[in-house]
Structures are given as structure tokens and as C-alpha cells.
């Protein structure tokens, strides 16, 4: 009995341990802010001052994001997902598959699914750093107006 609960214990004390890819991005990351930032230099919190949300990184090249607003936060007119024109406290997830390059710092993202239906099939690349422990996700995007904005997004990990 003792040797058959030890086979157990063996067995079950790899789960929840990370596993050693070489890929820094691998693993669970909560969301710390996100901030766009328009053309004119101005900050700007579509989710809030404090949202919530949640990536998760998988070794074998998966991903999911989602973020919820916080009770303060709103969508801007200048948003470019139509979808989103009457939301209040929104709520956006995608999810799909990565690649990253260590050499550029930046990791390209196919979705497969989101809460927009506008992002579903579409491809990005954005760039990655490292701060302190905390993975930072820039990119731009091009709003409704044609106006190109900057992103940034920090997580920590979870």
C-alpha cells in the first residue's frame, strides 16, 4: 500500500509545474494595465483605471486573453470594432495560436475566436519586453477615424 501511494505522489507532483520550454511567455499572466494612447500623446484607459484580464500561454504555441473593465471604465467612440459601439463595461476575450522570436521581441498572433467578430482569422505581430518580471505588449492599431493609435499592455505573473 505504502509503495502504491508513493507511485501516486510521484506521479502527481509534476502537475502544476512549469514546464521549461525556453519560451519566456509560457504560463499564466494577469493583467496589470492597459493603456492606449492617441495620436496626440494623450493616454487613454478604454477598460478603466483598473481592469481585470487574464493570457495564458501555452508550450505548444496556444494563447487566450480576456479583460474585463472595471465599474469605471467605458469604450471609446474611437474604437475600431463596431461591434462594441452600445457597450458599457465590456468585456473582450480572443484566443488562437502564437509564435514568438526571441530575436526581434515579438510575438505574432492568429485568432481564432473572439468576442469582436471582426478579429476572428486575423493576424498581428507585436513586440515583447520584459520590465522587472512583467511582460509588456506594445502595438499600434488603426481606429474607426483612420487615426493610429499606440498600446500597451503589462502583465505580471499569476
Sequence with gaps: ???KL???????????????T???????WNLVSYTDTSPAGMPYFPFGAQPRGQWVF???????AGVQCDENG??????????????TRPYMGYFGR??????????????D?????????????TTFSFDNGRLILKGTSVRKNGHQ???QRVLARG
Design 22 to 28: 525556453g519560451n519566456p511567455l509560457v504560463g499564466t
Design 1 to 3: 500500500m505504502i509503495g
Design 98 to 111: 502564437y509564435t514568438y522570436d526571441p530575436a526581434t521581441q515579438t510575438v505574432t498572433w492568429n485568432i
Design 113 to 125: 475566436g473572439a468576442s469582436a467578430p471582426s478579429y476572428i482569422g486575423s493576424s498581428e505581430t
Design 58 to 64: 501555452t508550450a505548444d504555441g496556444h494563447f487566450s
Design 149 to 151: 493609435w499606440t498600446w
Design 6 to 20: 508513493a507511485a501516486i505522489l510521484i506521479l502527481f507532483a509534476g502537475i502544476g509545474t512549469p514546464v521549461e
Design 74 to 87: 467605458s469604450i471609446p467612440a474611437e474604437f475600431p470594432v463596431p461591434e462594441f459601439d452600445d457597450l
